[in-house]
């Protein structure tokens, strides 16, 4: 079946512009996932949704990157005002839901991510 | 910020050769999980190890859990030019949610 998918692939802009980022899960994932990653370093936890609602937005670095998830499946990324350092490779991940309880985990599945340069 | 890390940075071995790479952590955590990434694209999962575990094997892969050192390794057994990639640990803390937090990765290069 399809894995999850990440448009656009590439994406240049100018400092201060607005970006989008997409993220399709897997059909039937309802928990979904977004980390950067910058150059030579692992990925980074942003956020994370459960259904529609952000179940954890301790990742986001500031006021300036917010996520939506409206109907529980597409997710959209969305930096304002853009700075050079935002320039990262952008993965989503997605997993089935969490059966609950502290231990509780779900493989997550990783698209090819969004990389975004920033001049 | 990230907790722990990976070890060595990069890694360059003949084919043939096994590769070993380590990764330590700081607090308790429910699994301990390690990908594989060509490219800095694409992170592919490789293998996942619980707590309660010591041990697990895959194909060519072998993974360990010491709790009471708070670390793991990954051996790759008989590597081949195909392995040569970023490899990463992620670590699923207890009480984090599902998230999981990287180190900086291992570059492995496997030469012909």
């Known amino acids: 079946g399809a894995g999850v998918s990440q448009t656009p692939s590439n994406k240049v802009t100018e400092k201060g512009k607005y970006v989008e980022l997409r993220c399709d899960p897997i059909s039937g994932h309802t928990a979904l996932y977004w980390y950067r990653q910058s150059l030579g370093q692992g990925p980074e936890f942003l956020i994370y949704?459960?259904?529609?609602?952000?179940?954890?937005d301790s990742g986001l670095p500031n006021d300036r990157f917010f996520a939506v998830r409206p109907e529980g499946s597409v997710s959209t990324l969305k930096i304002q005002r853009t700075e050079r350092g935002d320039s990262a490779v952008y993965l989503c991940a997605s997993s089935l839901a969490l059966a609950g309880g502290p231990s509780s985990y779900n493989e997550q599945f990783f698209g090819p991510g969004t990389r975004l340069t920033v001049l | 910020s990230q907790q722990g890390e990976e070890d060595p940075q990069a890694l360059s071995i003949q084919e043939g050769e096994n590769a070993t790479m380590n990764c330590s952590y700081k607090t308790s955590i429910n699994n301990l999980q390690w990908y594989r990434q060509n490219s800095g694209r694409g992170l592919v999962h490789l293998i996942l190890?619980?707590?309660?575990?010591r041990e697990k094997h895959s194909g060519r892969l072998r993974v360990t859990l010491d709790t009471s050192k708070k670390s793991s390794s990954l051996l790759i057994t008989a590597s081949r030019a195909a392995d040569t990639a970023s490899y990463f640990c992620?670590?699923?803390?207890?009480?984090?949610?599902?998230?999981?937090?990287f180190g900086t990765g291992t570059q492995l290069k496997v030469e012909l």
């Open positions: 992620a670590r699923h803390y207890t009480g984090g949610g599902n998230k999981l937090t």
């Open positions: 949704f459960q259904g529609t609602g952000a179940a954890d």
């Open positions: 190890i619980r707590s309660n575990e």
